[in-house]
């Protein structure tokens, strides 16, 4: 596959030689792949245009949607219309290309990111299939942040669902012009309204297409710009759809079309009008007696200004599965969406070795020019988020351009930054013990888990300073088990989950001073040391929950720096674990009173002895358990939010606010992390899947003694 290292590619790419040495030199050297149809197609590209596109003519584009909307169908139409693939694949099937992974064929969802590069007509698309599922948000997030576009693919049965309005969030905070796609038109129930993109996401739907019949009967739309109507006559079961019949509406049509056509058209022109002042102004100029007479390419032209602007969104509708409108589709990603140039700036970027991805298969190239979507190999410490230059002075150059570009709005000696805005990794609520076959396993399983953390930032792996055992912490139990499942097939590691933990704190109740005294001898030597020390405890909100220690100012004098470094030492490594469950200490302050050290005691005795003392003080001082309690917040529709208070109450919830946004409630409340395993199931099933939530760490609050004690019972083994 490695093709380019081969000096007569090279020799040809860079002399640009016929194509018809070009195809000769394929047919030759190439084994057949798919890879390489646009080389031995009639209309043969050179390959320089083949590997660096004119940058006005890619689009970076992601295809975002509510999960089972459709997305990754579309995306194999998309795939199999443009030549790459030669056989149509089928998410219930498992055989699509972009859903490699086999977690994903065998659950049929979309669990990672898949990248694809194709031709359509004179354009190269770079297209990434995000997830639908909410605990894999972040696939979503990440892709966007460096995407110039997006198709929203809806289900036309159920109208903007849950996950739809998360992804579209997204989209609006990076700022993604975005086109709108109504898949499942051939379903019974399909209803082709745009009022619940108008209603719920709050955008404004600009209807470019008209469907021809609806349910089983959907044979195809009318193009409101051009008034051509295609169609799709499939004739057998095995009818891939590539061919349709394209042509002018005229009076053979049914009136009734014709009639919904000339209304849509009509609407479609003045709402483009209301958007865009330099078409308002061309309509009133040249149009104003007969607006229907505006050549379609100045409306198209129109409607791509309105869409990059972000003030309306394109609307087309088709049927993906039954291979029914997804070439207009692909017409619109190219006329409608940004090219890389309008939306970045040029930054140019070398790398060792290039790959231009299609899904889990890569082609190596020798270059990529500013606006690509490429792969690269042998970054050892790069992680999602972080934006790569190819030195410190080009780094420079860029923002001076970029200053420039920008006009005046900076101050004098103040640069613009050329690095991209990070990803916003929300902190992981899930955690659990995993842990290799074998002793002999655990270098592979951190491996592993190191490779799976660089690829994944939603992935938190942390280390129990007690047990030594490995943690997980993820975004939910789907994130945790496709992990598991991922280390198992992939890396060849039969691991063992635990069950899900809380992580726990501790704090004391009372202020306590004591004394200890430690008489040990090692070998010949003898260590004596005497300590004495006050601890009390703090307010937690006040205090960040952090743990302090201090020493007289008379103490702090005599002390010598390592012997003050062993006092501190042993004082915070008694903070890693309290006297009543082991888990780390919240709130507490400590005053070192006094140190009396005998000639010959090393630091390390200090230490032991200021710790063995600690211990002793935190006894007596009276001890309480500190519980996570979450920020929740729930997004639902009003028909389902008794269900949702009703369950929260029996999880201990408190309820902050109920506030309305759009046709939604928003829930807020505080509830203890221990009550939330399973909560994402059990909240899918009491609202339909029609409800989102997010949790994050608000505190950490004081156990109420009944609870307390059925915590100290559970996990003694005593319930």
């Known amino acids: 596959m490695d093709f380019h290292s081969s000096p007569r590619f090279s020799e040809l790419l860079r002399d640009e030689q016929p194509e018809e040495c070009i195809r000769s030199y394929v047919q030759r050297n190439l084994r057949y792949d798919l890879f390489f149809f646009f080389f ?130 997204q989209a609006e905070k990076h700022h993604v012009p975005c086109v709108c796609f109504l898949n499942k038109m051939d379903k019974p129930a399909a209803n082709f309204s745009i009022e619940s993109i108008r209603q719920k996401l709050k955008a404004n739907p600009v209807l470019l297409q008209i469907p021809v019949g609806s349910g089983k009967s959907f044979s195809g739309v009318v193009d409101l710009l051009t008034n051509q109507k295609l169609s799709w006559k499939l004739g057998s079961s095995g009818d891939d759809g590539r061919k349709f019949e394209s042509k002018p509406l005229d009076q053979s049509d049914e009136p009734e079309l014709l009639q919904e056509v000339n209304e849509a058209r009509t609407a479609l022109i003045e709402q483009v009008a209301d958007l865009d002042d330099e078409f308002a102004e061309l309509l009133l100029t040249d149009f104003g007696d007969n607006f229907d007479a505006v050549p379609s390419v100045r409306l198209q032209e129109a409607v791509r200004r309105v869409t990059l602007a972000r003030k309306g969104v394109p609307v087309l509708c088709g049927s993906s599965l039954k291979n029914k409108g997804v070439q207009p589709l692909l017409d619109a990603i190219t006329a409608y969406l940004p090219a890389p140039d309008e939306r970045h700036h040029d930054l140019v970027e070398r790398m060792s070795r290039l790959l231009v991805p299609f899904a889990d298969q890569h082609v190596e190239i020798p270059s990529m020019t500013a606006g690509n979507i490429a792969l690269t190999v042998g970054l050892k410490q ?56 074998t002793m002999a396993k655990q270098a592979d399983l951190e491996n592993a888990l190191s490779c799976l953390q660089r690829e994944d930032p939603s992935l938190k792996v942390r280390v129990d300073p007690d047990s030594g055992q490995t943690i997980l912490c993820g975004m939910g139990e789907l994130h945790i088990e496709i992990i598991h499942d991922r280390i198992r097939r992939e890396y060849g590691i039969e691991t063992h989950l635990g069950p899900l933990q809380v992580a726990y704190r501790e704090t004391i109740l009372n202020e306590v001073s004591t004394t200890d005294t430690l008489d040990r001898t090692v070998g010949e030597r003898r260590h004596v040391a005497t300590v004495a020390l006050t601890v009390r405890p703090m307010d937690i909100l ?94 639902v529709g009003e028909e389902h939010l008794s269900a949702v208070l009703g369950d929260l109450a029996q999880r201990r919830g408190t309820i902050q606010d109920i506030q309305s946004r759009h046709d939604n409630k928003v829930l807020i409340a505080n509830v203890p992390l221990a009550e939330m395993m399973g909560y994402s199931t059990i909240l899918r099933t009491l609202t339909s899947g029609n409800a989102t939530f997010s949790l994050e760490l608000d505190v950490y609050d004081a156990m109420n003694p009944q609870d307390q004690n059925v915590l100290l019972k559970r996990l003694s083994g005593l319930l």
């Open 40 to 169: 031995v197609t009639d209309d043969v590209k050179s390959l320089r245009a083949v590997v660096n596109p004119d940058i006005s003519k890619i689009r970076n584009i992601g295809i975002m949607a509510h999960i089972d909307a459709g997305k990754t169908t579309t995306t194999e139409r998309m795939l199999y219309y443009s030549g790459y693939t030669r056989a149509l694949g089928d998410v219930d099937d498992g055989d699509t290309v972009t859903d490699f992974m086999a977690q994903e064929r065998e659950r049929g969802i979309t669990i990672q990111s898949a990248a694809v590069t194709f031709d359509w007509k004179s354009y190269r698309i770079n297209l990434i299939d995000t997830p639908g599922h909410v605990d894999f948000t972040l696939e979503v997030e990440r892709a966007l942040r460096v995407l110039d576009g997006a198709v929203a693919v809806f289900d036309a049965s159920a109208g903007v669902e849950a996950q739809t309005l998360t992804v579209w969030r």
């Open 382 to 437: 790069t992680v999602t988020g972080d934006t790569i230059v190819s030195s410190k002075s080009s780094a420079a150059a860029a923002a001076r351009r970029a200053q420039n570009d920008g006009g005046g709005g900076k101050k004098r000696g103040e640069q613009a930054s050329v690095v991209l805005s990070g990803v916003e990794v929300p902190d992981p609520v899930f955690f659990c013990t995993i842990e290799p076959p």
């Open 542 to 635: 006040s205090s960040s929950g952090s743990c302090e220690v201090a020493l007289r100012e008379e103490l702090e004098a005599q002390l010598s720096p390592d012997l003050k470094e062993a006092v501190e030492n042993g004082v915070h490594s008694s903070y890693l674990q309290g006297p009543l469950l082991g888990y780390p200490l919240l709130g507490v302050s400590t005053l070192i009173q006094s140190v009396n050290i005998e000639p010959g005691t090393s630091a390390a005795m200090v230490s032991a002895c200021v710790s063995r003392c600690m211990l002793k003080a935190m006894k007596l001082a009276g001890n309480q358990v500190l519980e996570p309690l979450m920020s929740l917040e729930v997004t």
